[in-house]
């Protein structure tokens, strides 16, 4: 499992509280990232993209560029648009049938999740398409706020942990050094006024 997908389903399980299966194959080497059950049991398909590069951020639609012709065959080069997530993730008809599988027909909801979009027009287009995206960098946020104290045996979750700890740290301390800066800025304020009152 990619570490994205990883945060992505500790994401959905510890903050959202949903049910997760991942890594689920499918015919072809086809693959389905994460399917995710609510408590109210509205399903999720979900599928992410692994680059924090801004040069593949994820974009709406594809283009040219996007495609290599191999032997009269057209594949993809360029894996970071919503297209590409609709077609070769979402309605991929090994995909299709393995969520069948699972019970899941139309009755669920399709969500990408990136490091970033390119643009916010892409929130907007993957609406259109019935797609939601998520940009992973927020729920990081969310998911190492939710950790708090309890001790994690999954290394990520432990890391996330220990990395929300050392930001905790460090704003204390910055906090105590500008505590300290103002405290020295009065303090030396208020020996010039008595300096000058003698």
């Known amino acids: 499992m990619e570490t994205t997908e990883h945060i992505t389903e500790a994401y959905v399980r510890h903050v959202l509280g949903w049910f997760t299966n991942s890594n689920i194959k499918a015919k072809g080497g086809k693959e389905i990232d994460i399917l995710a059950i609510d408590v109210r049991e509205n399903k999720y398909h979900i599928e992410s993209g692994v680059t924090h590069k801004k040069n593949w951020a994820l974009k709406s639609k594809r283009s040219k560029e996007d495609f290599d012709l191999e032997k009269g065959k057209t594949k993809w080069k360029h894996r970071n648009s919503v297209d590409f997530f609709i077609k070769e993730k979402f309605n991929d008809k090994r995909v299709i049938e393995k969520l069948i599988d699972f019970d899941f027909n139309d009755n669920y909801k399709k969500i990408i999740v990136v490091w970033q979009v390119a643009n916010n027009e892409v929130f907007e287009y993957g609406k259109s398409k019935g797609v939601e995206v998520w940009e992973l960098k927020d729920k ?59």
């Open 140 to 198: 990081v946020k969310n998911l190492m706020n939710s950790l708090g104290e309890t001790y994690y045996s999954d290394d990520i979750l432990r890391t996330l942990q220990l990395v929300n700890k050392v930001n905790e740290e460090r704003k204390k301390g910055f906090l105590s050094f500008l505590k300290q800066k103002i405290y020295d800025k009065n303090f030396m304020r208020i020996v010039k006024e008595a300096s000058c009152q003698i």
